[in-house]
Structure formats: structure tokens, C-alpha cells
């Protein structure tokens, strides 16, 4: 009987060590966010420590808040908010971008230059300032979180995948298949999406970190995932007062913002050939 090993060589998948760790803390708190009610040793609301601001001990890994409430079972919990709202967001920013970016690059003529119009004057709003307009105006449910920052992140999206869609539009094989008749969706979906999806994954990657970063920035003032939940930016937000006193409350978020973020880089920097390049 005979066995084939198949090494990452042969596959055309080679991770470096840093893409490997990026990939696993990824998936961690991946995890986590899924399973973060089961993980949780305290209720997120339960005051459990008559010291507020509590050091890191063999009973509170993190420490405590200002109101005595356990900051690992509320950063477990925050990871929900965090992962998913900004997963929700960045999903819907870069299907919307993508689709309309290839259908804008193959129809051009009219449909090409209103979009484009339409989406690069949305583009010119600064996204902070868009974000606080539209979360003060409606309401900081997170329905209206996950669609202010898809809204905010779609033209960017659309511009990346168009540029990448017009050059592929030029090729001769598209050119081929427009001659025999193909309709634009088989075009979109056969020949431009497949020689787009590296550089388009590794474009999502990049959004999914700002669109981290602007929860984060809209939570710290007030206008994200609202009490008694909280993510990551919320969670500083409301320890910022133990900032001077160097207390683990505010340190233990901001490290778990700066470790997701950082590991999405990594993870995109040190993608394998195969993917980034189908040349290869």
C-alpha cells in the first residue's frame, strides 16, 4: 500500500513562523469571541472585588475595574463585540465594494463614472467624523454599528477592486470570451473575481483592522457597543481613570486591540505565494 505525504511544498502553501503565529492568535480569539460565554470565570456585571482598580492576582488574571468587576471576563466578552461587529462590518464593506468595482470595470460608460462620482464624494467625508454623525444621530445599536462602518469602508473597497478589475478587463482572454458572446456575470464570475481574489483578500485584511481601530475610536467616545456591553474601546474608555495609577484595567484592552490588529498584519504580510500571487 502505498501513502503520499503532502508537505506545504508540494501543496504551494508555505507559511513562514510569523504567519503561522499571526494565524493563531487570530484564531484564538476567533474562539474566544464564539465561545467567550462559556470561557467567562465571572458574570460580566458582577461586582466581585470590593477593591476597585484591583492589581493582577491569582484570582483576577487582569485585575478589576473601577467598579470591582472582573477584566477577564469582561475582555472575553468584549472580543464578541469586537470580532464580530468589525467581521460583520468589514463582510459587507468588501462584498459591496467588490461586486460594484467588477460590474463598474466590465459595463464602464455611464454606470462606471456615476458610481465612481457617487462613491469617491462619500470617499472625501473623513470616516471618524461620518461615523460620530450618523452613531449620534440614530442610535449606537449594533445593527447601525456593523452598516456605519461597512457604509464607511464600501468605497474603498470599490476603488481597490476596480483598478484591479480594469486591468484584468484588458486581458486577451476577456477579450475572448466577450467575442463569443458570454453574458457580464459570467465575466465577473470566471475570468476577473479568480485573478482578483488574492490581492482582494489581503485588501480585507487591511479594512478589517480599521475598521478595529474606528470601533475602537468610537467607543472610547462614547458612541460604540454601549453599557452594560462593552468592547475593547469601551472597556478603556471606562478605566481610562486608572491611567496614572498604571492600573491592569486599562492596560490588558489595549493590548488585546493591539495583538488582534498586529496579528492580521503579520498573517497578511506573510501570506503564501499561492494565494498572493496565482502566477505563482
Given at each position: 500500500?502505498?501513502?503520499?505525504?503532502?508537505?506545504?511544498?508540494?501543496?504551494?502553501?508555505?507559511?513562514?513562523?510569523?504567519?503561522?503565529?499571526?494565524?493563531?492568535?487570530?484564531?484564538?480569539?476567533?474562539?474566544?469571541?464564539?465561545?467567550?460565554?462559556?470561557?467567562?470565570?465571572?458574570?460580566?456585571?458582577?461586582?466581585?472585588?470590593?477593591?476597585?482598580?484591583?492589581?493582577?492576582?491569582?484570582?483576577?488574571?487582569?485585575?478589576?475595574?473601577?467598579?470591582?468587576?472582573?477584566?477577564?471576563?469582561?475582555?472575553?466578552?468584549?472580543?464578541?463585540?469586537?470580532?464580530?461587529?468589525?467581521?460583520g462590518a468589514v463582510a459587507i464593506a468588501c462584498v459591496t465594494g467588490v461586486a460594484l468595482g467588477m460590474s463598474a470595470a466590465v459595463a464602464g460608460g455611464w454606470f462606471?463614472?456615476?458610481?465612481?462620482?457617487?462613491?469617491?464624494?462619500?470617499?472625501?467625508?473623513?470616516?471618524?467624523?461620518?461615523?460620530?454623525?450618523?452613531?449620534?444621530?440614530?442610535?449606537?445599536?449594533?445593527?447601525?454599528?456593523?452598516?456605519?462602518?461597512?457604509?464607511?469602508?464600501?468605497?474603498?473597497?470599490?476603488?481597490?477592486?476596480?483598478?484591479?478589475?480594469v486591468n484584468i478587463n484588458t486581458m486577451d482572454y476577456v477579450t475572448v470570451a466577450t467575442a463569443r458572446g458570454e453574458k457580464t456575470s459570467y465575466l465577473i464570475r470566471?475570468?476577473?473575481?479568480?485573478?482578483?481574489?488574492?490581492?482582494?483578500?489581503?485588501?480585507?485584511?487591511?479594512?478589517?483592522?480599521?475598521?478595529?481601530?474606528?470601533?475602537?475610536?468610537?467607543?472610547?467616545?462614547?458612541?460604540?457597543?454601549?453599557?452594560?456591553?462593552?468592547?475593547?474601546?469601551?472597556?478603556?474608555?471606562?478605566?481610562?481613570?486608572?491611567?496614572?495609577?498604571?492600573?491592569?484595567?486599562?492596560?490588558?484592552?489595549?493590548?488585546?486591540?493591539?495583538?488582534?490588529?498586529?496579528?492580521?498584519?503579520?498573517?497578511?504580510?506573510?501570506?503564501?505565494?499561492?494565494?498572493?500571487?496565482?502566477?505563482?
Open positions: 500500500m502505498a501513502y503520499f505525504a503532502l508537505s506545504p511544498r508540494k501543496l504551494g502553501y508555505r507559511f513562514n513562523l510569523v504567519g503561522i503565529l499571526g494565524f493563531a492568535i487570530i484564531l484564538i480569539w476567533a474562539l474566544v469571541a464564539v465561545f467567550a460565554p462559556l470561557v467567562t470565570p465571572y458574570p460580566i456585571g458582577a461586582i466581585v472585588d470590593y477593591d476597585y482598580f484591583g492589581p493582577v492576582s491569582a484570582k483576577f488574571l487582569m485585575g478589576t475595574d473601577y467598579l470591582g468587576r472582573d477584566m477577564l471576563s469582561r475582555i472575553l466578552m468584549g472580543a464578541r463585540y469586537t470580532v464580530g461587529i468589525s467581521l462606471d463614472t456615476c458610481l465612481s462620482r457617487f462613491l469617491d464624494a462619500l470617499n472625501s467625508i473623513p470616516s471618524k467624523l461620518f461615523g460620530l454623525v450618523v452613531v449620534a444621530a440614530v442610535g449606537s445599536s449594533i445593527p447601525v454599528l456593523i452598516l456605519t462602518l461597512a457604509v464607511i469602508y464600501t468605497p474603498g473597497a470599490y476603488r481597490f477592486s476596480r483598478a484591479l478589475a470566471s475570468e476577473i473575481l479568480p485573478n482578483i481574489l488574492g490581492p482582494v483578500l489581503a485588501d480585507l485584511g487591511l479594512r478589517f483592522v480599521f475598521i478595529v481601530l474606528l470601533l475602537s475610536g468610537l467607543s472610547f467616545l462614547g458612541l460604540g457597543v454601549q453599557p452594560p456591553n462593552a468592547d475593547w474601546g469601551a472597556l478603556v474608555r471606562e478605566n481610562i481613570g486608572g491611567l496614572p495609577f498604571g492600573a491592569a484595567a486599562v492596560m490588558f484592552p489595549s493590548i488585546a486591540i493591539a495583538s488582534l490588529t498586529i496579528s492580521v498584519n503579520l498573517l497578511i504580510d506573510n501570506l503564501p505565494q499561492k494565494i498572493r500571487d496565482r502566477s505563482a
